[in-house]
């Protein structure tokens, strides 16, 4: 089974993943990897690592499609975890390989910027990634709230989709609740 863990950036979706490949004994292979082995393996890059969430993952669907055929003929269970899957994408691979993906996102629509911006800080000696730790007050707010815009973007396009999703308010007490999804 290939189970896929995606949705908005600073979700928890790494904090997830360690929880999930200790008590699941899953193969871990994170998109983030994917995108960095396509930058410095290129002379010239032809992936711009620093575009958009959604420009990358357009970028990056025919490669991880390749990659979950490959993973798939092996039969065995892989966790790929990151913020690349379009929800059209994840349709189609759904529709392509039904009964062998499993995905969940993980969104926080419902977010206020402040409260998660102050849940950010508090992580931020846990996290592998803290890229906005350096940000200000003001600015990690507006990141916040950009974050919580493209939530509920996602999560729009989720449900028109029928994709499941799970509304993240502590990832720590919900994990029972990613599990079972």
């Not at 994170?30 to 969430?53: C, F, N, R, W, Y």
């Not at 392509?96 to 102050?118: C, F, M, Q, S």
């Not at 007050?137 to 989709?161: M, N, P, T």
């Amino acid at each position: 089974m290939i189970y896929i863990l995606t949705g908005v950036a600073k979700a928890g979706k790494s904090f997830v993943s360690k929880q999930l490949i200790k008590s699941h004994h899953l193969q871990l292979i994170q998109t983030d990897h994917i995108m960095m082995m396509l930058h410095k393996g290129e002379k010239v890059p032809k992936i711009d690592i620093h575009a958009s969430d959604a420009t990358v993952s357009l970028f990056l669907e025919p490669y991880v499609k390749g990659l979950i055929e490959t993973l798939i003929d092996q039969k065995g269970d892989f966790l790929i975890e990151g913020v690349h899957f379009l929800p059209s994408f994840v349709k189609q691979l759904l529709t392509l390989y039904p009964g062998k993906i499993r995905v969940l996102y993980l969104l926080y629509e419902h977010a206020n910027p402040t409260d998660k911006a102050k849940e950010l800080i508090s992580h931020v000696d846990h996290m592998d990634n803290p890229w906005f730790s350096d940000l200000n007050d003001e600015d990690l707010i507006s990141l916040c709230s950009y974050l919580i815009s493209e939530s509920k973007r996602l999560g729009d396009d989720l449900r028109k989709l029928d994709i499941p999703y799970l509304e993240i308010y502590d990832i720590k007490k919900q994990m029972p609740d990613v599990i079972k999804h």
